[in-house]
């Protein structure tokens, strides 16, 4: 019995073995598989981060943050205030930026000068002006070419900007050839308005000074001022070397010597000579500087002095007075041929030699009187015996 089961049992196993059959999947069900099949994730994050964090209020060391306090309403109304503006730029859209920006008059609009305005921004704007370059400084564009077809433009426009403004600028386009007569206009306007003209030949020129007032808007009027030194040595070369021919080392070598430049300046030209490397020209040139007055008189040889004493004398023949402007001449170019110590000087000199002059003429035309009437009792007698002679 036992033999006939398994014998059975081995029957059934091999008829099981024959009937199983592998089914291999298509590509199209292993793919819908894999998708529809998802790995179990091992991290669930929260949906939002205080979701995730809002355990800790429960906590003991939570602390509720203080309420958000509102904006004061004086930064509402002037955020409210700032003007909107069109700019070349889209991005210029804040109030910070348009203060550091110029602002253009939308009549500047197809103006070829907003070209040449590279280095600082601009915007358009709704201004009186053409160009604000600041809070407190403006600038109006004229185009001379402009101003010969309306002389009135320029002074309307000034008149709108009334006294808003303390710096008011009258950038002027130089663009035609004849400028003396609406130069002069224009000028004339300007400086009885207090505005500042400025002239430019290009509009390259126009746009750089446009650009510069704007970059120095808030920095101080010393900037452009040149840089002295402090120390005496430095302010000492600075004021002799403004003499011809003195250079640095000759203002070491006076410093030196005298020790300070009023002891330089009271010093002789025999002291000044002794200095090692200053000549003669140099020397003549120091004390001239420091002894001659400031306020030069030209003297003018056509400047006769007056003589009280001889105002009745006349020059005796013509000869005289040639021999005397001969003299006079010759005197003059002698003068202007010798080095003058001072002008003071030259000018007693010149007087000096003209009175004598004057002096030796009047003497020759006494003398002359004298003899003539010395020889008028002769004459006299003679008229009177050539009467008897007649008679008789």
Same mark, same amino acid.
């Given at each position: 019995?036992?033999?006939?089961?398994?014998?059975?049992?081995?029957?059934?196993?091999?008829?099981?073995?024959?009937?199983?059959?592998?089914?291999?999947?298509?590509?199209?069900?292993?793919?819908?598989?894999?998708?529809?099949?998802?790995?179990?994730?091992?991290?669930?994050?929260?949906?939002?981060?205080?979701?995730?964090?809002?355990?800790?209020?429960?906590?003991?060391?939570?602390?509720?943050?203080?309420?958000?306090?509102?904006?004061?309403?004086?930064?509402?109304?002037?955020?409210?205030?700032?003007? *909107?503006?069109? *700019?070349?730029?889209?991005?210029?859209?804040?109030?910070?930026? *348009? @203060?550091?920006?110029?602002?253009?008059?939308?009549?500047?609009?197809?103006?070829?000068?907003?070209?040449?305005?590279?280095?600082?921004?601009?915007?358009? %704007?709704?201004?009186?002006?053409?160009?604000?370059?600041?809070? %407190?400084?403006?600038?109006?564009?004229?185009?001379?070419?402009? !101003?010969?077809? !309306?002389?009135?433009?320029?002074?309307?426009?000034?008149?709108?900007?009334?006294?808003?403004?303390?710096?008011?600028?009258?950038?002027? !386009?130089?663009?035609?050839?004849?400028?003396?007569?609406?130069?002069?206009?224009?000028? #004339?306007?300007?400086?009885?308005?207090?505005?500042?003209?400025?002239?430019?030949?290009?509009?390259?020129?126009?746009?750089?000074?446009?650009?510069?007032?704007?970059?120095?808007?808030?920095?101080?009027?010393?900037?452009i001022q040149g840089q002295t030194d402090t120390d005496y040595l430095s302010r000492l070369t600075h004021a002799l070397t403004t003499i011809r021919h003195v250079n640095k080392t000759d203002v070491v070598t006076l410093g030196s010597t005298f020790g300070s430049?009023?002891?330089?300046?009271?010093?002789?030209?025999?002291?000044?000579? #002794?200095?090692?490397?200053?000549?003669?020209?140099?020397?003549?040139?120091?004390?001239?500087?420091?002894?001659?007055?400031?306020? @030069?008189?030209?003297?003018?040889?056509?400047?006769?002095?007056?003589?009280?004493?001889?105002?009745?004398?006349?020059?005796?023949? %013509?000869?005289?007075?040639?021999?005397?402007?001969?003299?006079?001449?010759?005197?003059?170019? !002698?003068?202007?041929?010798?080095?003058?110590?001072?002008?003071?000087?030259?000018?007693? %000199?010149?007087?000096?030699?003209? *009175?004598?002059?004057?002096?030796?003429?009047?003497? #020759?035309?006494?003398g002359k009187k004298v003899e003539e009437k010395g020889h008028a009792p002769e004459t006299e007698a003679e008229n009177k015996h050539s009467d008897e002679g007649a008679a008789s």
């Open positions: 019995m036992n033999r006939e089961e398994e014998m059975q049992r081995e029957r059934d196993d091999e008829k099981n073995k024959s009937s199983v059959v592998i089914k291999i999947p298509s590509y199209q069900e292993v793919l819908e598989g894999s998708l529809s099949k998802s790995m179990p994730s091992l991290f669930t994050p929260s949906p939002s981060f205080s979701q995730a964090f809002s355990f800790v209020k429960s906590s003991q060391s939570y602390t509720p943050p203080p309420p958000a306090t509102p904006p004061p309403l004086s930064r509402q109304v002037e955020q409210s205030d700032v003007p *909107s503006s069109s *700019s070349s730029s889209p991005s210029l859209s804040s109030s910070a930026q *348009s @203060r550091n920006a110029i602002l253009v008059s939308h009549r500047q609009k197809g103006n070829p000068l907003l070209k040449h305005i590279r280095n600082v921004r601009w915007n358009f %704007a709704d201004i009186v002006c053409d160009y604000l370059l600041g809070q %407190a400084s403006c600038a109006l564009y004229l185009s001379l070419r402009y !101003h010969l077809l !309306h002389p009135d433009y320029l002074y309307y426009r000034i008149r709108e900007l009334q006294k808003n403004f303390k710096l008011r600028v009258v950038l002027c !386009h130089v663009d035609v050839e004849d400028v003396i007569k609406p130069l002069l206009e224009v000028t #004339r306007t300007a400086l009885l308005h207090d505005c500042t003209l400025l002239c430019a030949w290009s509009l390259e020129e126009c746009g750089r000074y446009l650009e510069t007032i704007k970059v120095y808007e808030n920095k101080p009027a010393d900037i430049l009023s002891h330089i300046m009271d010093a002789s030209m025999e002291d000044l000579a #002794r200095c090692p490397g200053i000549g003669e020209r140099k020397v003549k040139r120091l004390y001239d500087t420091f002894h001659e007055p400031f306020k @030069r008189v030209i003297p003018s040889c056509s400047a006769v002095p007056e003589n009280p004493v001889h105002n009745n004398a006349e020059p005796s023949s %013509a000869n005289e007075v040639v021999e005397v402007d001969n003299d006079m001449e010759d005197a003059s170019k !002698h003068r202007k041929k010798e080095p003058e110590s001072t002008v003071k000087s030259a000018l007693s %000199a010149a007087f000096a030699q003209y *009175s004598e002059k004057i002096g030796k003429r009047n003497n #020759r035309a006494r």
